[in-house]
């Protein structure tokens, strides 16, 4: 125990008393690795025995392997190949800090840096070389996340990325949304390391998708990777698989797909009325009918729990002709059909010598329904014959007749019986005015000649007078008594 702390403090001694021996030293990488194309800085910091005196006139030399001045506050002094890509910290605070841009293949090698303090002193850090090495392509960014993750719930990754040229960082990018946060941090020997931090959540679309970081490096060049993200989450598309169609009074074999992670650990079977049927990921009916419920499967994980909507089976069974399937006959004979079938079925309407076609066909539901319309010479009994691709059947329909012949015959009697007697009328009073205008006109043609004779023989009559004229346009004048009426009394008739 005393022996190894006096060994420690030996050590101690020697390192402070070589500092110390001369004054003059550097804290300088020993080799530092830049990206082509990059920016490298080599941090540096010296210093230089102390006299008691400030100084204030310094020249910071860096130079390689060759003695070629690399750095000079002076550039007539630098080589062409590092004119306008080198530049140097603030010597006056001990920084010899040296920073190269534009990095090239040929910047590779070995550089010492070298002081000289006017009025004072000069020195070359000779056992502080540094290494400088140029690689072509950047380090692969890398990904920290949760192993797995839960969805819709936040979580935080990182991605990180070396580079050594501070003032021109690389950019990193997210393949996902989310809120960015960055960081840049100094590493040992002159390296920056640059974090990305994502805050986002996850979704189940996001599971074992690649959440990748992209770093791009000022002269187009970009490194990524990825990590593929796991994402707990509950059953999802919670399904009910069986045959598409099944036959009335066969099996059925129902299986319960899902979607989730982890898978689901169990499965439940319900009924439209809620009751638990069967607890495994397959459920077998034996006998499914036309009237089997639906049924939905639940599906449970550690994540949650997801039913399926309800399935209803596609049943196929025969045609079967409802009750209400009946003729009736009113104005016309209208017979309806009612078939219960799945699939839908085709009926055929038969007479005793002939078929007819539906009038109207009209579904609802598993029933459809036929119409037959009919008229005059419609048969006794037609059949209603229904078939579907799962059997037949067919039922004799009455078509109840007498009613409805009474009723024409009554009815067209009536019609008749009305038409003969409206044109009986319309007949007789035609001829009535004819003979009525044919009289009157005998009548007229009577007066006027009489009228015309009296004329005549009168015409050097003293009885002479204008009433003659109204005697003659008078259409009620008595014809019968004009010839036998004195010429005295003329007057008085046409006065009456
Ligand atoms: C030295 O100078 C460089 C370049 O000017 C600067 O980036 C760095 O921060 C300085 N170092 C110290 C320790 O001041
Ligand atoms: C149900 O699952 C079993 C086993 O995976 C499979 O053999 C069967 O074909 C599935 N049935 C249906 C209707 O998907
Ligand atoms: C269903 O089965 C699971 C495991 O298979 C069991 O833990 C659970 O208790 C069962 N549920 C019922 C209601 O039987
Ligand atoms: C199914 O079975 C029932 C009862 O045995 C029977 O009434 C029905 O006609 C059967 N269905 C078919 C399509 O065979
Ligand atoms: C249908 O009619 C038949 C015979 O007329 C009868 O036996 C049966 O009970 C009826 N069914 C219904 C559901 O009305
Ligand atoms: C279908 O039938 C149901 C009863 O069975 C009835 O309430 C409904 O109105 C019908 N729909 C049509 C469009 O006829």
């Known amino acids: 125990m005393v022996f190894q702390i006096c060994f420690v403090a030996f050590i101690l001694w020697l390192r402070a008393s070589s500092a110390l021996d001369d004054g003059w030293n550097a804290e300088i990488p020993r080799s530092i690795v830049g990206l082509s194309g990059s920016c490298v800085v080599i941090p540096c910091k010296f210093n230089y025995p102390s006299d008691g005196r400030t100084h204030k006139e310094f020249t910071g030399i860096w130079f390689n392997d060759k003695s070629d001045i690399i750095y000079h506050k002076e550039a007539s002094k630098i080589i062409r190949t590092f004119k306008g890509r080198s530049s140097l910290g603030d010597l006056r605070h001990n920084n010899c800090t040296l920073k190269i841009s534009s990095l090239q293949h040929s910047d590779s090698g070995s550089y010492k840096f070298r002081i000289e303090i006017k009025d004072f002193n000069k020195a ?225 309407w038969l007479g005793p010598s002939s078929a007819f076609p539906s009038s109207s066909v009209e579904q609802n539901g598993s029933l459809t329904i036929f119409t037959l319309q009919g008229w005059l010479g419609f048969p006794d009994t037609v059949h209603c014959s229904a078939s579907n691709s799962e059997g037949n059947s067919v039922m004799t329909l009455s078509v109840p007749h007498h009613g409805l012949v009474i009723y024409l015959a009554v009815a067209t009697a009536a019609v008749v019986v009305i038409l003969v007697v409206i044109s009986a009328c319309v007949a007789k009073r035609r001829c009535g005015r004819r003979d009525e205008r044919q009289n009157d006109q005998n009548k007229m043609k009577t007066i006027q000649k009489s009228c015309f004779d009296r004329e005549k023989q009168k015409r050097n009559d003293i009885y002479i007078n204008q009433d003659n004229q109204r005697v003659c346009t008078n259409y009620e004048c008595n014809d019968r008594r004009l010839p036998s009426v004195p010429d005295e009394n003329e007057a008085v008739y046409a006065n009456t």
């Open 124 to 348: 070359t850090f000779s056992k502080n070389p540094v290494s400088i090495t140029v690689k072509d392509s950047p380090d692969l960014p890398t990904i920290s996340v949760d192993e797995e993750v839960t969805s819709q719930k936040e979580v935080t990754a990182t991605c990180a990325v070396s580079h050594s040229c501070p003032s021109d960082p690389p950019r990193l990018t997210w393949s996902h949304k989310g809120i960015k946060t960055s960081d840049s941090q100094p590493q040992k020997d002159g390296q920056w390391k640059l974090t990305s931090s994502l805050t986002f959540t996850p979704s189940r679309e996001d599971h074992n998708k690649p959440l990748s970081c992209s770093a791009e490096f000022t002269p187009a060049k970009t490194a990524s990777n990825n990590k593929k993200l796991k994402v707990k989450y509950p059953p999802y598309n919670v399904n009910v698989q069986s045959k598409s169609q099944v036959k009335e009074n066969e099996s059925v074999e129902l299986n319960c797909s899902s979607d989730s992670n982890p898978p689901p650990d169990s499965f439940q079977w319900f009924g439209s009325t809620g009751s638990l049927l069967e607890n495994r990921s397959t459920y077998r009916l034996n006998h499914v009918t036309r009237y089997t419920e639906a049924i939905s499967c639940t599906a449970t994980n550690t994540e949650g729990k997801t039913s399926s909507a309800p399935h209803k089976f596609n049943v196929l069974y025969p045609p079967e002709i409802k009750n209400g399937s009946s003729c009736e006959s009113q104005t016309f004979v209208v017979c309806v059909c009612i078939v219960d079938s799945n699939p839908p079925s085709e009926v055929k």
